[in-house]
């Protein structure tokens, strides 16, 4: 499983395409020489590329006889390999961003080995705030690229290379390893991270970088995905600040509803001062934002998704979160992410498109708390959560029984069998459709595709069905072509 991989491949080539214009960090020229020096590399170590990419995979898109269509778009949609490379949309593009913050972070690290201060305070907050960083683009890295983590067969699939220092050399071998192996790589940089990380030396919302609360974040979404409920959960209480759902961390559509416009409802929406907004990033983007581009969703199926519910009164996000491109277009968006325009100097016409997305919110500690009481059999603590979080997101709450909930998940199969879903299933039904709803356009439906192998159809241009079967290997993405070109190991196809 080894390869040879150069730093044209892992660091020039990922700077290939635009600048991280949205980055201070300071000139590679510049000594290091002190903890501040060193801090601000950090800048510079959370991936400024979007996963918007993957929402072309979901059931969340279609084709949209009025929109423009582009290769990558088009090659997304059916699941091929992707022939197209975009540094804003695509996966190689994520691959390579999320590399580049791998090295900004063991730059920090070695940087530190170096600078000579005594306030060991400030260069553990700095150490704590890289070693998160490290943890989490390899984290994404392996949650697209690799197969989804089962201690079963983590030992045999494979892995991702872990790079954990800067290189030094032209060219030299990685070993891919095993996925088991990464796992154990980001779980120790992620304690690392947790024990030494501080609140302390950011200013303003502090919601730019890793904090406490982000760090925990990032610990409950690992041990979900790494199918360690009971820390899932625990890292879930340490934000909530206990068992009860802390409303705070749980974003508010009715004062979302009340903003003036669309332009003010995306603003309000990732207002770094709102506390759901755990850990904020600045991505450049292109077309994935554009509701004139490519495959989304049609307004016929956005209905369809927010009609099909089992509790009462108005859907908020449904109600207030809509809106048209344009009346032309057979298409749908959610107000939630608003692109801006960075000129390159004040006189300048040319500049790069960037938004800011909230990578971790306060919904996640919910949803993934509700999907670890699930998996650990505790159904009340379970349906408890996801009733008094209706709560937020329906004008007319109700509470429900597990039974209401089998019941509504009743179906019947093609034989005229009635089908009643065991009570573990039918609120993991429930759990997985609210989060959809929730997190509609965020890139993070495919994830829950992916770990419940999810069968998804298209229906494309000429009306041809397309079915990504429950457990196709396509769901594991391919590693980018040039890796591969190098000596990667490909994913089975």
């Known amino acids: 499983m080894k390869y040879t991989y150069t730093l044209l491949i892992v660091l020039s080539l ?28 950090l800048v510079a170590a959370y991936p400024n590329v979007d996963y918007l990419f993957t929402d072309w995979f979901t059931e969340e898109a279609e084709y949209i006889e009025t929109n423009n269509q582009t290769p990558l778009m088009t090659e997304s949609f059916m699941w091929e390999e992707l022939g197209s490379y975009d ?34 305070v400030y260069r553990n907050a700095i150490k704590g705030e890289a070693f998160l960083c490290r943890a989490y683009s390899h984290f994404m890295i392996a949650t697209l690229f690799c197969n989804n983590y089962d201690s079963t067969t983590a030992i045999k699939d494979m892995g991702i290379p872990y790079v954990a220092e800067s290189e030094k050399q032209l060219i030299k071998e990685y070993d891919r390893g095993t996925l088991a192996n990464t796992y154990e790589k980001i779980e120790a940089d ?15 919302s502090k919601k730019y970088h890793f904090t406490k609360q982000a760090a925990y974040a990032f610990a409950s979404r690992f041990y979900l995905y790494k199918k360690d409920y009971n820390k899932s959960i625990e890292y879930a209480d340490k934000v909530f600040g206990g068992s009860a759902i802390n409303k705070a961390y749980i974003k508010d559509l009715i004062a979302y509803s009340e903003q003036s416009g669309v332009t003010e409802k995306m ?108 998996q650990l059999g505790d159904l009340d603590k379970a349906l408890n959560d996801l009733n008094e979080f209706s709560q937020y997101r329906y004008s007319t709450p109700v509470t429900l029984t597990i039974s209401d909930v089998q019941t509504y998940y009743t179906t019947v199969d093609e034989e005229g069998v009635t089908v009643v879903p065991s009570e573990k299933e039918a609120l993991l039904q429930l759990c997985l459709s609210e989060k959809r709803k929730e997190y509609i356009h965020e890139g993070m439906r495919w994830f829950d ?19 990504l079967e429950k457990n196709d290997l396509r769901k594991v993405l391919q590693i980018p072509i040039d890796a591969t070109e190098a000596g990667l190991t490909k994913n089975p196809r």
């Open 449 to 467: 595709i992916k770990r419940y192998n999810i069968e998804v159809t298209h229906i494309t241009f000429d009306h041809k069905k397309l079915v």
């Open 190 to 204: 992620l304690l690392a991270g947790l024990k030494l990380v501080s609140d302390d030396y950011y200013s303003g």
């Open 14 to 41: 990922c700077c290939s395409g635009c600048n991280d214009f949205l980055n201070e960090a300071p000139d590679n020229r510049i000594e290091v020489n002190t903890l501040d020096k060193a801090s601000e590399l």
């Open 267 to 374: 603003q309000f929406y990732i207002n770094n001062g709102d506390a759901s907004n755990i850990l904020i990033v600045e991505k450049l983007v292109s077309i994935g934002l554009r509701h004139n581009y490519g495959y989304r969703t049609a307004i016929k199926s956005w209905n369809a998704l927010f009609e099909a519910t089992i509790f009462s009164g108005n859907d908020f996000r449904y109600r207030y979160m809509s809106y048209y491109g344009d009346g032309s277009r057979n298409v749908i968006k959610a107000a939630k992410f608003d692109e801006e325009f960075y000129k390159e100097s004040l006189t300048a016409t040319t500049g790069y498109p960037f938004y800011v997305q909230a990578v971790f919110r306060g919904e996640d500690l919910l949803f993934n708390r509700i999907e670890s009481y699930i």
């Open 87 to 120: 540094d804003t949309n695509s996966p190689s593009g994520y691959w390579y961003a999320a590399y580049k913050s791998i090295a900004q972070a063991n730059s920090a690290l070695e940087a530190l080995e170096n600078i000579e201060d005594e306030d060991d």
